[in-house]
């Protein structure tokens, strides 16, 4: 998966238009989508930018994954967080929802790390 179909798999996560994350970027609609057709790439700063409007890394908008999608992450962090599930039969609250999807992102991340 490329980097421009990462960025729109996540934006559409936040159900941001493109007019949206534009302007949270401080760039043109036409710009961002550029980024997302592939026909230009954003500088550091931007990167930086979309690393904290979507809440994902940059590192992980930057790589390509083979082993797993971005859709299949965005699908399971949305369970995760909004799913109906229960653990030792209590229903997580949305702190302790917001608790297992950092502590799962920080498993993939380390074995992705020791992987290498």
């Keep these: 998966m490329s980097f421009g179909d990462r960025l729109k798999s ?55 994954y083979e082993d797993y999608s971005s859709q299949d992450i965005v699908d399971f962090e949305y369970y995760i967080l909004h799913g109906n599930y229960s653990l030792y039969s209590k229903t997580p609250t949305p702190d302790d929802r917001q608790m297992i999807s950092t502590i799962i992102k920080a498993i993939f991340d380390h074995s992705k790390f020791r992987a290498k």
Excluded: F
Aim: aromatic share 10%; charged share 20%.
């Design 10 to 64: 996540y934006r559409k996560y936040h159900n941001y238009s493109q007019c949206q994350m534009a302007q949270k970027l401080g760039i043109s609609q036409s710009v961002y989508s550029r980024y997302e057709s592939g026909g230009l790439e954003p500088s550091i700063t931007t990167l930086k930018k979309i690393s904290i409007c979507l809440n994902v890394s940059i590192d992980y908008l930057l790589e390509n």
